[in-house]
């Protein structure tokens, strides 16, 4: 069963709008929540992240916001841009003794932004 | 800087074959990981280290082996390749933590198996 879903596998957002991009989890002992986002041919990079404790946070145009209520996270980016046209991952954290973080991603979403 | 490195970038093997994918990282982290990615279920955690000689199984370790002797390299082994082992590998490494905060892991570019 997944524990991190993105039940949008795609989204096209016209150039200088709001992309909102979704994700639901299931196991409410995550500790973190992070967005990575992928180019093709290369490896996710880290977007941003939110602790469990946390309801939201800003870094320049892309905002996550966190409902432990309803265990859903969403990625807001404004104004989108072409370059930001790539898979976005949804995915979250659990830490493990020893201090390891055991990711577990959701599916992904591949963002289009046209002009 | 080079970050976190893998080879090869692209190969192929026949059923019941075996290689080893490289992974070395310049960033003195203690953590490193193997994940796969597969089409519609996102990047999947195969096996991972906390540091030089101590290794752990993630989400869908069978078939795959790791060691870790020096704190720079990862390599993940395929015994027996199968189809079923057809993705694209990925290897990341992260600082070590003691005080259960979130540090990044940095992946690297990827490794495209293809199993015959």
């Known amino acids: 069963d997944q524990q991190v879903k993105q039940n949008s596998p795609s989204l096209s957002v016209q150039e200088g709008r709001i992309s909102i991009l979704n994700c639901d989890y299931t196991?409410?002992?995550?500790?973190?929540f992070l967005w990575y986002k992928k180019y093709p041919a290369e490896g996710p990079t880290f977007l941003i992240s939110?602790?469990?404790?946390?309801d939201k946070n800003e870094d320049g145009r892309f905002t996550v916001f966190l409902n432990k209520s309803a265990k859903h996270l969403s990625l807001h980016i404004v104004p989108s841009q072409p370059g930001d046209s790539a898979v976005y991952f949804c995915?979250?954290?659990?830490?493990?003794?020893?201090?390891?973080?055991?990711?577990?991603f959701g599916a992904g979403t591949r963002l289009a932004v046209h002009p | 800087n080079a970050g976190v490195t893998q080879t090869p970038k692209f190969q192929v093997l026949k059923t019941g074959q075996s290689m080893t994918l490289q992974c070395a990282q310049d960033?003195?982290?203690?953590?490193m990981s193997w994940y796969r990615q597969d089409p519609g279920m996102g990047l999947r955690l195969i096996h991972y280290?906390?540091?030089?000689?101590?290794?752990d199984q993630g989400e869908v370790p069978n078939g795959y082996n790791v060691s870790r002797s020096t704190t720079e390299d990862f390599p993940l082994r395929l015994l027996s390749a199968a189809p079923s082992q057809t993705s694209v590998y990925f290897c990341?490494?992260?600082?070590?933590?003691?005080?259960?905060?979130?540090?990044?892991?940095?992946f690297g570019p990827g490794t495209r198996l293809t199993v015959l």
């Open positions: 990341a490494s992260s600082r070590g933590t003691a005080d259960f905060s979130y540090n990044e892991q940095f």
């Open positions: 196991n409410s002992m995550f500790d973190y």
């Open positions: 939110i602790s469990s404790i946390k």
């Open positions: 995915a979250a954290s659990e830490v493990f003794s020893g201090g390891y973080n055991k990711l577990i």
């Open positions: 960033m003195n982290h203690e953590y």
């Open positions: 280290s906390v540091g030089a000689g101590i290794t």
